[in-house]
């Protein structure tokens, strides 16, 4: 099925060559390869330094709790999106069962793939077909060769816990790997490094199609500087990049961005207003978000309400802050302000950032999974609330909660956080640095609390084997 794009200026992802088939493009072919799903580290001589003195028991639960179902968040949920077909016979899925690292769901690629120095920025999204489940992950990789320049994959999973991955660029829509890249526009905004921040499926009379279509929303930075001016005791980096010594202290500027597909694979970007082709700019010198814009997350509240939230560092007070936009349209944004700035003290003592903002299908409040950055710089993840997803946003009362491990994969910090509402729990995905500053994702569960995330406490998944 074809879509037509009415925009006046589309561009297609720029690749090694070009991705879809919109209007009247023309799709092309790729190589790409498909790895199996290992968790073993050749980097680390296939040992687990995270483990040392760490005792982890094994996985007790079932997998009981897979078979809730929940609606796709967006607007037109119900739509009908292209889903993907069964897995092909040839991707076997291989895990050890010699240890544990617990909460880790999804590690590194291997040495030389495209994700093979870092992963992180999970955007998990949970759709039904008519039969089976299925889980979507879009995430951000970069390779060895070249730590600095990130590209956006997606891996897919029938429980939201074992993930299949791709080894190279999607070829079809059954594929996995990589589905977008950056531009190659000298001019664009995101020719250095992209980042996906949230999908939403949307139906919109800007596109011909007969079927709702995936929204993605990312950040995209390019190799313009941006003034530090940082009195704080860490480095601050714009896109942060967990390896030491791997853009330490630069800050580049970053911009939203926003593009199309009719399948989560292959994507059309959408130039926004800005004359880089995102979405808007940051604000004018002295504004509390000038230096850049990051993590731009959207949800659909109502017909012609779509709501952004974003962070930046604002200098003048020296911390991280959220804040938020609103658009009709999803395209044309219009600046709010500031809504969640830096905490009393505690985890979240320099502010928040990577905020992720879900709807309580049970009780309509919004909930704010949120990064805090402490004095030092460390990251944990802590949750906030608001009555209308607009203003008076609370942080609960146990605020903290996901801290690092005290040993293991995770150790060094944790951050954007992506909450996911089953039926009587709620998933917590995140990215997890540890020794050296290897990544990787994880996931935690509530646990009490009845599907109450306010009566709640979150403990990492156990269940997912590390091979050595």
Known sequence: MAITLMFPAIHLINSSSALSSYGSFTKSKFKSKIIHLSLHNPRNGGSSEFLTHCSIRPNTESDSSLENRNATPGHNSNSDVQ????????????????????GLVFDLGVKESWDGSEIGSPVVKRYLGDEEERWYMWYHGSPTREPNSDSIGLAVSRNGIHWERGGGPVRSSVDTGVVMKCSK????????????????????????????????????YNSEMVDNNNPMGFDLQNPERSRLGVSSNKVYKSLPGLAMSQDGRHWARIEGEHHSGALFDVGSNGEWDSMFIA??????????????????????????????????????????????????GGFDELGAMNARVVRNRKSGEYLMAYEGVDGKGKRSIGLAMSADGLKNWERIERRMILKASECGWDSIGVGSPCLVQMEDEWRLYYRGIGMGGETGIGMAVSDGGGGDIFKATFTRWTGFHRQE
């Open 295 to 344: 993590s731009p997350q959207v949800i659909f509240h109502a017909s012609g309400d779509l709501r952004m939230y974003y962070h930046t560092f604002d200098a003048a007070n020296g911390s991280f802050a959220v804040g938020m936009a609103r658009s009709r349209d999803g395209i044309k944004w219009v600046k709010l302000g500031r809504i969640l700035g830096r905490g009393g």
């Open 83 to 102: 889903e993907p077909d069964q897995p092909s016979s040839n991707r076997n899925v291989k895990f050890s069962e010699s240890s544990f690292s617990t």
């Open 185 to 220: 526009d000298w001019w664009a905004f995101d020719t250095e490094s992209i980042r996906p921040c949230e999908v939403v499926i949307m139906s919109s009379e800007k596109v011909k199609a007969n079927n709702a279509v995936y929204w993605l929303y990312y950040i995209g």
